[in-house]
């Protein structure tokens, strides 16, 4: 059974930058699967940031595009996620995921089994 | 980015009710979508994937319909642990979007 569970500052100032990391337990991230991340401001909707294929090749969501980076730790079985020049507006629960497959195959934008989120205030 | 589109907002049904909320894709997107449930403090859980195929060990009150552009969500029979936060979601085309959620209350 695959889990995954995120972890990082809690805490991000203005202007910097916040990283957080899925550690993923069940499965071996760098044998299948696209590995995302998707967040949610408080109150509100959902909105995917990025995914990662096992082979190392990233998507990114086009209005985040410039601030975003994700990476894999096959090592670790850990992605992470760089947001920089955070600003208020990026403070939310973030979540990652794991993407489902249909007939085997992986699909990049659907997720199904996700972290349990974690919480970050930009604020200084 | 497609815009997706839920109604209600929020709607307030009694136990044993049937409960339908609705998605409308901006473009068509084939059977290319999700619907999740959230409840406070958690993470979504996938409910139905490919617009109306239940996802393993989910109950079978729950049930999708629909290709297009048009999508309908079904509770046959509202039960206390359904109050939730229910989310459309397509994943035809990049980037991927939700719909902006229907709270289910009891009346």
């Known amino acids: 059974q695959v889990q995954l569970q995120e972890s990082g500052p809690g805490l991000v100032k203005p202007s910097e930058t916040l990283s957080l990391t899925c550690t993923v337990s069940?499965?071996?991230?760098?044998?299948?699967?696209?590995w995302g991340w998707i967040r949610q401001p408080p109150g509100k909707g959902l909105e995917w940031i990025g995914s990662?294929?096992?082979?190392?090749?990233?998507y990114y969501n086009p209005s985040l595009k410039s601030q975003v980076s994700i990476s894999l730790d096959t090592s670790k079985n850990q992605f992470s996620l760089k947001l920089s020049s955070v600003t208020a507006a990026d403070t939310a629960v973030y979540y990652c995921?794991?993407?489902?497959?249909?007939?085997?195959?992986?699909?990049?934008?659907?997720?199904?089994?996700w972290g349990q989120g974690t919480m970050v205030n930009v604020s200084s | 980015d497609i815009q997706m589109t839920q109604s209600p907002s929020s709607l307030s049904a009694s136990v044993g009710d049937r409960v339908t909320i609705t998605c409308q894709a901006s473009?068509?997107?084939?059977?290319?979508l999700n619907w999740y449930q959230q409840k406070p403090g958690k993470a979504p859980k996938l409910l139905i994937y490919?617009?109306?195929n239940l996802e393993t060990g989910v109950p079978s009150r729950f049930s999708g319909s629909g290709s297009g552009t048009d999508f309908t969500f079904t509770i046959s029979s509202l039960q206390p642990e359904d109050i939730a936060r229910y989310y459309c979601?397509?994943?035809?085309?990049?980037?991927?979007?939700f719909g902006g959620g229907t709270t289910v209350e009891i009346k």
């Open positions: 979601q397509q994943y035809d085309n990049l980037p991927p979007t």
């Open positions: 490919d617009a109306s």
């Open positions: 473009q068509g997107i084939s059977n290319y």
């Open positions: 990662i294929y096992h082979s190392g090749t990233t």
């Open positions: 069940g499965y071996s991230i760098g044998s299948g699967y696209y």
């Open positions: 995921a794991k993407s489902q497959t249909l007939f085997g195959v992986a699909i990049i934008g659907a997720f199904d089994v």
